[in-house]
């Protein structure tokens, strides 16, 4: 089964650029549909983009002047980048899988958080 | 914009049976939106119950079930039990490429 680790700095200052690698195992990551996901502090899920090998990546629609998102074959990896961060941009990012167009995430890391302060 | 709608909070007695629901603030729910149901407990990641409406994902209990009850999706738990206790989420296909996920619903089983 396909599995999942995120990774990336904890802490970003305010107006800095947010970035996160997920690492995948298990799995071809040409198979599978890749995505991002975050949840801040006590709130709700909020999902932030997705790709599939071989093609565009897809945001939210209320982040995507400030998002992307790109995969790496050869390390077997998907990255996020989110820039101009603001405190309400901390959260738990999550980065997911899915073999169906039709299911948004069915594979889960186990999330990282990133806080935005200064 | 559309939003997602769930209930904030639900409660169910041991053993009984509970639906959740998944609507939009405009327009109703078909197939087409690939309703998505997850399950998630304080400090761990979410957990795939549902996809494309009624698709169970692996090792997921038939005790629970996904339709179209009106002009929502739902979310059907049967049997519950004091571990279902959790927060249920539902995520929507709104076209280009796009899922938009509903507020979620507390589920207390008492």
């Known amino acids: 089964q396909v599995q999942l680790q995120e990774s990336g700095p904890g802490l970003v200052k305010p107006s800095e650029t947010l970035s996160l690698t997920c690492s995948v195992s298990?799995?071809?990551?040409?198979?599978?549909?890749w995505s991002w996901i975050r949840q801040p502090p006590g709130k709700g899920l909020e999902w932030i983009s997705y790709?599939?090998?071989?093609?565009?990546?897809y945001y939210n629609p209320s982040l995507k002047s400030r998002v992307s998102m790109s995969i790496d074959t050869s390390k077997k990896q998907f990255s996020l980048r989110l820039t101009s961060v603001t405190a309400a941009d901390t959260a738990v990012y999550y980065c997911?899988?899915?073999?169906?167009?039709?299911?948004?995430?069915?594979?889960w890391g186990q999330g990282t958080l990133v806080t935005v302060s200064s | 914009q559309t939003v997602v709608t769930q209930e904030p909070s639900v409660s169910v007695s041991p053993g009984g049976t509970v639906t959740l629901t998944c609507g939009l603030s405009?327009?109703?729910?078909?197939?087409?939106?690939?309703p998505n149901w997850f399950q998630q407990t304080p400090g761990q990641a979410p957990r795939s119950l549902i996809y494309?409406?009624?698709t169970r994902s692996s090792g997921v209990p038939d005790r629970f079930s996904g339709s179209i009850v009106g002009n929502k999706a739902a979310l059907t738990i049967t049997g519950a039990q004091a571990d279902d206790e959790s927060d249920y989420y539902c995520?929507?296909?709104?076209?280009?490429?796009?899922?938009?996920f509903g507020g979620g619903t507390k589920l207390t089983v008492l």
């Open positions: 494309s409406t009624n």
């Open positions: 997911a899988s899915s073999h169906t167009i039709s299911a948004a995430a069915i594979r």
């Open positions: 298990g799995g071809s990551i040409s198979s599978y549909y």
């Open positions: 790709i599939h090998y071989g093609g565009s990546p």
């Open positions: 405009s327009g109703s729910v078909s197939p087409s939106y690939y």
């Open positions: 995520v929507l296909y709104m076209g280009s490429g796009t899922w938009f």
